[in-house]
């Protein structure tokens, strides 16, 4: 298989090609290996070299034989060493004695693993610089930034060296960098993908894990191979009413959309950006749906407290490691957490919790009245590497947090929240840059999300727009 051919297709039309017999698994692989090396000499955005041989899989999963990638923070895979974006675990770093829940379907829906990809330290930042890997770059313009902290998935997707890839997101980490590379990134709603064996709920229940594509379809089938609670999980949504997939075909029927372009924290939203959220608005409306100007009554300041709390729960995993880190190896915002960490009480994390609820149900009052949200993703194009230092010195957490929302000012709320949201990437700037926007859904609506996602996908479409330092 050519790499001109193999770029050409997403995950499901090489599954396609796969399951006729056009092509092998093995020559799938030896395209997206070859791939991978093209891209990542740009961008920079695999951790370690490409795994000899790729990980184990089922080979009759519904996604058998196409290629995929896993971040350097998660989900464990059994022998595979992480690093979480820090120098603080170079050398060996930290190696699973076996795979989590969500890898296991990973395994079991037969996504050939090929690598791991680069993250900031933590996974606590919406761009690409880390200590440890330098700067991942965007494959639409090098010297801006791919966003974090699912970079190197991000960057590798849009690159097309791979169809699909594993991300996080905790703060919009999966919406942030599809926005700014022009894919597709679904963050599920709150229990919905397992996070066992070891964790109750990841990160107080704030992050959730998926993958970032280039098509609405892919998002869907892929979430119908892996969804559902893990044996014991904490948090377990119900099962949605028929497959992911069927959503896109037969579309959600007419909603109540609200569209909203200004920040609760005040933060400016460009022009252009704002423009494209409310030319998707009025898509929508043309097609039917009942459009208004609404935003659900939150509290920037318990959004700020309840992403402070998820902070603290991630920088204290990183001192469960097997050895706290040395201060020279980790970044002055890390070192600033960890100070904050040892510091917390328990009436502070309680307080964070009681921010959480009054998110959470803020925003589910307002999806009473209404069916979707539609805000930007970001309030920028993509950022010029440098734009935000996470190693500057004298910076809280809190500062850094409040820096994060210059960028991305309508993520972190649905974090908080727990409400499954989607970028799409609707838009572009006056320089060539992609624009995403977020769709919101209330709580255990992936079907809508994905059913309006199909939709916009086929009226607005961006699947032929091509990164100029693409593969092949």
Not at 259 to 285: C, K, N, Q
């Amino acid at each position: 298989m050519e790499i001109s051919e193999y770029v050409r297709h997403d995950a499901t039309g090489l599954r396609e090609l796969l399951a006729k017999g056009e092509v092998t698994a093995a020559e799938v692989e030896d395209a997206a290996r070859a791939a991978l090396d093209r891209a990542d000499a740009e961008l920079n955005a695999l951790a370690l070299p490409p795994f000899e041989p790729a990980l184990a899989h089922d080979a009759a999963g519904p996604f058998a034989g196409v290629p995929f990638l896993i971040k350097d923070i998660g989900p464990m895979a059994e022998g595979v060493p992480f690093f979480a974006g820090s120098r603080a675990l170079d050398g060996l770093g930290i190696v699973a004695p076996y795979d989590r829940d969500l890898m296991r379907r990973f395994r079991a829906a037969g996504l050939v693993t090929l690598g791991l990809t680069t993250a900031p330290e933590l996974a606590l930042s919406l761009v690409s610089e880390s200590p440890k890997y330098g700067v991942t770059r965007n494959p639409w313009d090098l010297g801006r930034d791919p966003g974090g902290s699912s970079s190197g998935a991000a960057a590798l997707v849009a690159a097309r060296a791979v169809p699909v890839a594993h991300g996080g997101d905790g703060a919009g980490s999966l919406r942030v960098p599809a926005a700014a590379c022009g894919l597709v990134g679904l963050k599920p709603s709150r229990g919905r993908i397992p996070c066992g064996p070891d964790m109750g709920e990841p990160m107080f229940g704030m992050v959730g894990e998926f993958a970032l594509t280039r098509t609405v379809r892919d998002a869907a089938r892929l979430l119908d191979a892996v969804h559902g609670a893990g044996v014991g999980d904490k948090c377990a949504a119900p099962p949605p009413r028929r497959p992911y997939a069927e959503e896109i075909v037969t579309g959600p029927g007419r909603l109540r959309v609200a569209v909203m372009t200004r920040a609760w924290s005040g933060t400016p939203v460009a022009p252009e950006v704002a423009a494209v959220a409310e030319h998707a608005a009025r898509a929508l409306e043309a097609a039917g749906h009942h459009v208004t100007e609404a935003g659900p009554a939150l509290s920037w300041e318990a959004v700020l407290h309840g992403m402070l709390t998820q902070s603290v729960a991630n920088g204290a995993s990183f001192l469960l490691a097997p050895r706290e880190p040395h201060p020279d190896t980790v970044a002055a915002t890390t070192r600033s957490l960890l100070a904050q960490i040892k510091r917390t009480t328990a009436l502070d994390l309680l307080r964070g919790f009681r921010s959480q609820n009054e998110v959470t149900r803020a925003a589910a009052r307002f999806f009473l009245d209404h069916d979707v949200l539609v805000t930007p993703t970001t309030a920028r194009p993509p950022l010029p590497h440098g734009t935000l230092d996470y190693d500057a010195e004298g910076q809280t957490m809190r500062d850094w947090l409040v820096k994060l929302d210059g960028y991305s000012p309508f993520t972190m709320a649905f974090n908080v929240s727990g409400h499954p949201a989607i970028s799409l990437p609707l838009g572009w700037s006056a320089d060539g840059l992609p624009i995403g926007v977020q769709l919101v859904a209330a709580h255990d609506r992936e079907d809508l999300l994905l059913g309006l996602a199909a939709r916009l996908e086929e009226e607005i479409p961006w699947r032929d727009r091509i990164p100029p330092h693409a593969v092949g």
